[in-house]
Nanobody, 123 residues
């Protein structure tokens, strides 16, 4: 029904920057919210940042002031600009979207996840 495709992960030194992007495609009628989560080895998946259709933004305390989330509403996309990266930011980052599918799928509301992109910050 809906696919989320992520890009932009990689390896960077501490203090550096990376930009993650995620675009939704398929049967997208509307998107309520999009966001980024991350999971480090041995840890649970945790929220990084979310943004709603009304531009309400929420950040994890650990990334406030360093990360910026933004939506491209025309492209059904979300970006995450990550600055001043720290080794503890190392994780697989997942895009999430709460999507209302098109009429062929009955306007159903579902959560979708991307495949994940690795971010590694070296000290």
């Amino acid at each position: 029904q809906v696919q989320l495709v992520e890009s932009g992960g990689g390896l960077v030194q501490a203090g550096g920057s990376l930009r993650l992007s995620c675009a939704a495609s398929g049967s997208v009628f509307s998107i309520n919210a999009m966001g980024w989560y991350r999971q480090a080895p041995g840890n649970q998946r945790e929220l990084v940042a979310t943004i709603t259709s009304g531009r309400r933004i929420n950040y994890a305390d650990s990334v406030k002031g360093r990360f910026t989330i933004a939506r491209d509403y025309a492209k059904n996309a979300v970006n995450l600009q990550m600055n001043s990266l720290k080794p503890e930011d190392t994780a697989v980052y997942y895009c999430n979207a709460n999507v209302i599918s098109g009429p062929e799928f009955g306007y159903r509301n579902n959560d979708y996840w991307g495949q994940g992109t690795q971010v590694t910050v070296s000290s």
